[in-house]
Nanobody, 111 residues
Framework: VQLQASGGGFVRAGESLELSCAAS????????MAWYRQVPGDQREFVAG???????NYIDSVRGRFTISRDNAKNTLNLQMNNLKPEDTAVYYC??????WGRGTLVTVSS
């Protein structure tokens, strides 16, 4: 299984980005998929997750600004990020249970 994240970039505060994670297999087999992020020197943290049935959950700091979704037809996991803040700056990783991780994509938000 390979996961490839993309869509990161450099934006100003208040702008939007959409991350995408392409899987090499049919993602409908994954019970749960998620996005994590990591700032250098800090632990990787959970950002948002979604079940195979479409139930999503978020950390408090992104709820209402980020939307996670999965496109089973395209085998992608997406993260729409609106109203970005400088504190959202991190490398973002996608994950599929049991324990598959994609390479990260860097998101930088300037104030």
């Amino acid at each position: 299984v390979q996961l490839q994240a993309s869509g990161g970039g450099f934006v100003r505060a208040g702008e939007s980005l959409e991350l995408s994670c392409a899987a090499s297999v049919n993602i409908s087999t994954f019970l749960f998929m998620a996005w994590y992020r990591q700032v250098p020197g800090d632990q990787r943290e959970f950002v948002a997750g979604i079940t195979r049935g479409g139930n999503a959950n978020y950390i408090d700091s992104v709820r209402g600004r980020f939307t996670i979704s999965r496109d089973n037809a395209k085998n992608t996991l997406n993260l729409q990020m609106n109203n970005l803040k400088p504190e959202d700056t991190a490398v973002y990783y996608c994950r599929a249970l049991p324990d598959y991780w994609g390479r990260g994509t860097l998101v930088t938000v300037s104030s």
